[in-house]
């Protein structure tokens, strides 16, 4: 009886270690996910809400792999066109809509909206007005975002700075 108690006891023991293993690797992944969904929301505000690029470092691998085709590759490249995009659009501004984070993945869908008043992208000022939805999907690795990808209406953007018809 003795013997049988011993086990049942292990048994029972290996079960909540188990359990609690499992757990805590899930509590692990949210963990992960919060503070992923977190960085992203701080590089928003830091970089697009102050549009400052000074810390860009903090916040981007160095190598950055960049799947829209506008942009160039790299932290420098993304440096360059948001750079560009800021000065050409003085008013420019990034709103956050919604944030999502599973693992090392997040979705951020916002609105960007401004008045085009220099050149950028090879297009001349058109003093026009401009508000487009985009979701952006960002891979973060080692607590920096190392890849992107995004769904942007840039037919909705050239059609409101009058460069479509």
Do not use: C
Request: aromatic share 14%; hydrophobic share 35%; no cysteine.
């Amino acid at each position: 009886m003795k013997q049988l108690s011993k086990t049942l006891n292990l048994l029972i023991f290996t079960l909540l270690l188990t359990t609690g293993g499992y757990t805590m690797a899930q509590d692990s992944t949210i963990n992960q996910s919060q503070l992923n969904k977190q960085r992203l929301a701080d590089f928003g505000a830091e970089v697009f809400g102050r549009k400052d690029l000074s810390n860009l470092q903090k916040y981007i691998q160095e190598d950055y792999i960049q799947h829209n085709p506008l942009v160039p590759q790299g932290a420098k490249g993304f440096r360059t066109f948001f750079s560009d995009w800021f000065n050409a659009v003085p008013d420019w501004n990034y709103t956050l809509n919604k944030i999502v984070s599973e693992g090392d993945t997040v979705w951020a869908y916002g609105t960007y909206s401004g008045t085009h008043k220099g050149e950028w992208l090879g297009i001349p000022a058109t003093n026009q007005t401009y508000s487009i939805q985009a979701v952006d999907i960002f891979r973060i690795e080692n607590g920096k975002l190392a890849e992107h990808w995004d769904v942007m209406d840039t037919y909705g953007l050239f059609k409101q700075l009058g460069v479509l018809k």
